[in-house]
């Protein structure tokens, strides 16, 4: 434990000395001054460090209770022990509410001393096990506050009660005091949301923590984001409550999709150039890119337009094309086809009923569009808006790729 810094304060020198005689013998720990007058003490406590005080009540210039006022004025948690031969129930209510530490009446008994030295050394005790708590604490909170993983507090009802600067930029938030008062839940993404109502439910029902999920969070901007969360059960403020602790992982989640589109391009390359080999000429080239669209691309509708005198002409088309009302022949100024070819560039129409430049006839609402080159247009149609996606305009693009290396090949060959 080592040793404690005593100051006992008694107007009475004899007594005092004789009390520090007394405390040392019984404990060596205990290492003790003598401070006679009380007015003194405020400045020899700013001068020197002490673990506790004990002084009479009854001294000539300022009593017990005084001294109490003024030492709190400096310091709110030195042990203060009154140690009084003037004992009354009115001194001991006033000395509690002054902030007193202990009280202890002087008998004529030299086992007050061993009391009093088990008094000094528990009010000491106590005072650095709280002192070592706060510090504790106060490096946990600063963990936590500082800490690149989002933490956020939450009671029964997902109410945030707390959150630390990470999370609140995982919620989008300037500061966390823009999302206290919120209900988390309302920053779980619709399809995660299910799952984690339950795991709320189960911290207050069940008192038990989660294991980490992954769980994507919708920020105040409407920014979807990736999170691997863990939650637990915890008390905050003497009440219970929910803790979670988010990574964000979103830029991992975006590296692991960029290498799985990575991948499926690559076999995509491969299964395309593999059924176009087969090819033998420019038309079998075109039909086989139809067949490939339908059947491992899972396009609905597919055809292959080439370029004849100013027109874009069929060339080969989905079965279902002739009764979904597509045309035969196209014209390069006024169709989608034709800005296709002429562009040069891919496009995916969403709706094409909000399409000034959609002719079509039939019942097609999106579609892709991307050039052969000059050679003409590849185009894959749906019955339903907003069927394609960005993935799907990027592997239709490398079925035609392929497409085009296999007629180059091809002329090459021709030319031999």
């Keep these: ?29 205990l290492l003790i001054d003598i401070q006679t007058d009380p007015t003194a003490v405020v400045e020899q ?46 001194i001991a209510s006033k000395a509690v509410s002054k902030g007193v530490t202990d009280y202890l009446q002087k008998k004529g008994s030299t086992d007050q001393y061993t009391v009093l030295a088990n008094r000094i050394q528990n009010v000491i005790e106590q005072r650095r096990s709280t002192e070592a708590l706060e510090a504790s604490e106060r490096r946990y909170r600063t963990l936590v506050e500082t800490s690149p993983v989002g933490i956020h507090i939450f009671d029964r009802n997902g109410v945030l009660l707390y959150a630390n600067e990470a999370s609140a930029a995982l919620f989008g938030a ?44 919708v920020s105040k901007n409407g920014e979807t984001k990736y999170t ?65 669209a339908e059947g491992v691309l899972a396009f609905d509708v597919c ?34 086809a034709g800005q296709t070819y002429n562009s040069g560039e891919s496009a995916i129409i969403y709706d094409l009923s909000t399409n000034e430049t959609h002719n079509t006839a039939g019942a097609y609402r999106s579609l892709i569009s991307v050039p052969i080159g000059d050679l003409g247009v590849f185009q894959a149609g749906s019955h339903e808006s907003h069927a394609f996606s960005a993935s799907d305009k990027r592997h239709a693009e490398l079925l035609v790729f392929n497409a085009a290396n296999r007629i180059r090949c091809l002329k090459e060959s021709k030319n031999v």
Excluded at 48 to 60: E, G, W
Excluded at 179 to 197: N, Q, S, T
Excluded at 256 to 262: D, G, I, N, S, W
């Design 1 to 29: 434990m080592g040793t404690s810094r005593v100051l006992v304060v008694d107007d009475d020198e004899a007594f005092a000395t004789l009390t520090r005689t007394f405390l040392t013998r019984i404990d060596d720990s």
């Design 45 to 90: 406590l700013q001068t020197s460090s002490y673990d506790c005080v004990v002084s009479d009540y009854d001294m000539p210039t300022q009593n017990g209770l005084q001294l109490l006022s003024s030492i709190r004025s400096i310091d709110d948690h030195l042990p203060f022990i009154l140690f009084t031969g003037k004992g009354s129930e009115e």
């Design 228 to 292: 691997l969360t863990a939650t637990s059960p915890i008390t905050y403020k003497g009440k219970p409550a929910g803790q979670a602790v988010s990574h964000n992982i979103t830029a991992q989640v975006a590296t692991e999709k960029q290498l799985a589109e990575q991948t499926e391009t690559i076999e995509i390359l491969h299964a395309a150039a593999g059924a176009l080999m087969e090819a033998d000429s420019e038309q079998a080239v075109y039909e086989n890119m139809v067949q490939f």
């Design 303 to 336: 055809a292959v337009n080439t370029y004849d005198d100013g027109k874009l002409v069929a060339a080969a088309v989905s079965e279902t094309a002739a009764s979904s009302g597509y045309y035969t022949e196209l014209s390069v100024e006024e169709t989608i």
């Design 174 to 217: 300037d500061s966390p005091e823009d999302v206290v008062g919120d209900c988390v839940l309302e920053y779980i993404h619709p399809a995660d949301r299910a799952e984690a109502e339950t795991r709320l439910a189960n911290i207050f029902q069940n008192n038990s923590s989660a294991p980490e999920i992954t769980q994507q969070v």
